[in-house]
């Protein structure tokens, strides 16, 4: 298939394609030596059309596809569409409306916590796609017909893959759990991090104030040195070095050498020097003014507890058909544990009417365990 590499060709082709109710997208990028993803492909398809689009060819304006993705008359439907979404939001301040997502819309309809395209497109569209191009470097020229024949794979499928599930969404009246779930999908804050927020990426790994305050103050450095070179955040600093520093509190640069988890000389550097500033930084904050109280400073719970509502957050994935991962995660389950006022997606919405009050009156008695004929079911007490 040839790839549209004007901007008449692609006004054309997005013109075709607006007449439709949906259309399935799907980019192929590269992020491994940038900060930002470097956009190299973009497919689209609708009923019975489908294009490439070559995003990297000279005086491509791309005006037209960013009002397609706009128009609210066409779905726009992405199988874990994240990280597409961050190139359009990225690329234009570009978030598409509305959106369907087949990930998502897969974990409401019972497939699993994070269902595979390629599964979901050998159940749902009979298609047995050939990954062989996944990982080939897609900003390369000429592209050869294997990676034309895959990316366009990626998007004609997508198309039955999405009625399948739409279809079940109607049939279970649960489209409106897919609502929620894009909301936060389509929010331009999910894709707007500020700098001072970066240490939430690793806030499970440190326990005590100090250490959380330094941290917010070595994740924020790290994030605008990224972001200001357009390199990885690992080639600024590793994970496994912003935690040491956490934790040890280097308050000089030969304490900072001294990390096993730092390069040789990296404490000379001007970074070096930064980071010690921001240990000071951190070390100075009052630990009550800090944006989260760690795990540690949560009111003790039994750990049985948390492993019984576990058990329970099982038995209702399975007997819902609903991915466990969509209803409630494992910080969740220790919130409510600790609180019956935790402010967490378990406790709202929809999945408070089909887990999270569940999983309250399980806490204070109200529901109890037995085994029947070697399954485990829940009954009132």
Request: a negative charge; one cysteine or more.
């Amino acid at each position: 298939m040839p790839m549209i590499t004007d901007t008449l060709a692609l006004e054309m082709a997005c013109k075709r394609l607006a007449r439709f109710d949906y259309v399935t997208i799907d980019t192929e990028f590269m992020r491994e030596t940038t900060f930002y993803p470097k956009l190299c492909l973009i497919q689209l398809a609708g009923p019975d059309d489908s294009v490439i689009i070559d995003p990297l060819a000279p005086d491509l304006d791309l005006s037209s596809f960013l009002a397609l993705m706009r128009n609210p008359d066409v779905t726009k439907v992405f199988h874990s569409g994240r990280q597409d979404i961050e190139i359009l939001w990225h690329l234009d301040k570009c978030i598409p409306s509305p959106v369907f997502d087949t990930q998502i819309a897969a974990m409401v309809c019972g497939y699993g916590d994070s269902v595979s395209y390629e599964q979901l497109a050998h159940d749902l569209a009979n298609a047995k796609i050939d990954k062989s191009s996944r990982f080939t470097d897609w900003s390369q020229r000429p592209l050869t017909e294997a990676q034309l024949s895959y990316a366009q794979s990626d998007v004609t499928f997508l198309r039955d893959v999405y009625k399948a599930l739409l279809a079940d969404l109607e049939k279970t009246r649960r489209r409106h759990w897919l609502d929620e779930e894009v909301l936060i999908l389509t929010s331009p804050s999910t894709y707007e991090l500020d700098p001072e927020n970066a240490w939430q990426r690793l806030k499970g790994r440190v326990r005590k104030p100090k250490e959380l305050a330094i941290l917010i103050e070595v994740a924020a450095l790290r994030e605008r040195e990224a972001r200001s070179r357009d390199v990885p955040r690992g080639r600024v600093l590793k994970d496994d070095a912003m935690i040491d520093i956490a934790v040890s509190a280097p308050r000089s640069v030969e304490a900072l050498g001294r990390l096993r988890s730092i390069p040789s000389g990296f404490e000379r550097s001007r970074i070096g020097t930064e980071l010690i500033e921001c240990v000071e930084r951190g070390l100075s904050r009052d630990p009550k003014a800090l944006p989260l109280q760690v795990k540690a400073e949560r009111r003790p719970y039994s750990g049985a507890t948390v492993e019984l509502l576990k058990v329970l957050l099982r038995i209702i994935s399975d007997s819902e058909r609903v991915a466990s991962k969509i209803l409630s995660t494992v910080d969740d389950l220790e919130a409510i544990a600790s609180d019956d006022n935790a402010d967490v997606h378990a406790l709202h919405g929809w999945r408070r009417e089909v887990f999270g009050q569940k999983a309250l009156d399980l806490k204070h008695g109200k529901l109890a365990f037995a085994i029947n004929n070697g399954k485990v079911i829940i009954f009132p007490r």
